[in-house]
């Protein structure tokens, strides 16, 4: 039985899978030509693209910090958009003398972000910019890897934060040592705990689903975009599942 009712759950979690996939192919294919169409304005990601450009003006950095999620679990999905993120800053800045560093608690993903800057670096015919040094592991366990995160952070003249990815309680140290230099925090993260104390501590806190709308918002492609519309097109399905089974309850259905 707990066999049966094991499959039927994995046949219901593709179906799922396949009925988004189909959502953002008829979303890339209505709303081609006008990616970002409708995206509601998020002070974050507003703030996120001025300090890009003070960055390169100043002669600063910018810090991305990947967290300490994994590509094997459920958080692959913060780490990926965390490397989006990486590759759309690098782009962006790729004409500064302080190209961005990027910070990780896998060795996997430290591996991705050299690989993502390199090849931001080599698209842009300037990958002699690139150094090998700004993808680093900053530890393996929560607090050795803030404790890593907080170096550039204090001391490598940075002048925004980003921590996208899989943090806990100690994304409060990271925030505080950027705050103690003055940078912008823009942070995120996929753990309950580590929204909570972003919350209350970064400057420009994203909260919920804002962390996976980071690619359209910084103009990643249209794939991006189209994932966000496909996400109101379940978040209306399940509603109205939900008042459905509400009214079928009160009647007595259920």
Not at 7 to 13: A, E, I, K, P, R
Not at 93 to 119: E, I, K, N
């Amino acid at each position: 039985m707990n066999q049966v009712l094991d499959l039927l759950g994995d046949l219901l979690g593709l179906v799922f899978v396949l009925v988004c996939l189909g959502l953002i192919v008829g979303a890339l294919v209505t709303g081609r030509g006008r990616p970002g169409v409708n995206l509601r304005e998020i002070g974050a990601f507003q703030r996120l693209r001025r300090e890009v450009g003070l960055a390169v003006e100043s002669g600063r950095r910018l810090h991305i910090s990947l967290g300490r999620g994994n590509l094997f679990g459920t958080q692959a999905g913060s780490a990926l958009v965390g490397l989006t993120l990486l590759d759309r800053c690098a782009r962006a800045a790729s004409s500064s003398d302080r190209p961005p560093v990027a910070t990780s608690g896998d060795p996997l993903v430290a591996v991705l972000s050299q690989d993502t800057l390199r090849g931001a670096y080599r698209s842009l015919n300037v990958e002699g910019r690139y150094d090998p040094s700004s993808g680093r592991v900053g530890g393996l366990t929560p607090f050795s890897y803030a404790a890593g995160a907080m170096i550039p952070a204090q001391d490598e003249q940075v002048t925004a934060n980003l921590l996208c990815g899989h943090f806990g309680a100690e994304a409060a140290l990271i925030v505080e040592a950027g705050e103690r230099k003055g940078s912008l925090s823009v942070a995120s993260s996929d753990s309950l705990t580590g929204q909570a104390v972003l919350l209350a501590t970064a400057q420009e806190p994203l909260i919920g689903e804002d962390l996976y709308a980071g690619g359209a918002y910084l103009g990643a492609g249209p794939v991006h975009a189209a994932s966000l519309r496909m996400q109101d097109i379940m978040r209306w399905v399940l509603i109205a599942a939900m008042l459905l089974g509400a009214l079928l309850k009160l009647g007595g259905v259920l």
